[in-house]
């Protein structure tokens, strides 16, 4: 199993730079399109963690990331030291200005879930491409 770890400052940036770490990390890993998906993704659920997590300056958020080749599957994980804020599912059906990304998240992700936490973490898994 191919893993990846990567932290973050809890700053507007952080999408952008994880996304950067997941284009090496994925590249010739698995297909296009699974690498895109995942992306997508990651960047909405560590949005949400500098946006909505109460993260200070000194806290981190931390992505974890691994192929799973038996059951052909990217799984990646965001880490944040804050307890997460409630259900997100209920968030995405209540809430609709702050609920679409976890309604994209939803859409493209195969399966998520959430650990309220401390640490919150909310994890989601891709099929790879056929």
């Not at 994925?26 to 297909?31: A, F, I, P, Q, T």
């Not at 799973?68 to 804020?85: H, K, M, S």
């Amino acid at each position: 199993m191919t893993q990846i770890r990567r932290e973050f400052e809890p700053s507007p940036v952080a999408p952008a730079l994880a996304r950067q770490a997941l284009d090496g990390w994925l590249s010739d890993m698995v297909g296009q399109e699974t690498a895109d998906r995942a992306r997508v993704v990651a960047s909405e659920l560590i949005t949400n963690a500098v946006s909505h997590g109460g993260l200070r300056e000194a806290e981190r958020i931390v992505l974890l990331g691994s192929i799973d080749d038996v059951r052909d599957r990217v799984r990646i994980a965001i880490e944040q030291p804050t307890p997460l804020g409630g259900p997100l599912k209920d968030l995405a059906d209540k809430h609709e200005a702050y609920g679409m990304g976890l309604r994209v998240v939803d859409g493209i992700a195969t399966e998520w879930g959430l650990d309220e936490g401390p640490p919150g973490v909310v994890w989601f898994e891709v099929d790879r491409d056929r």
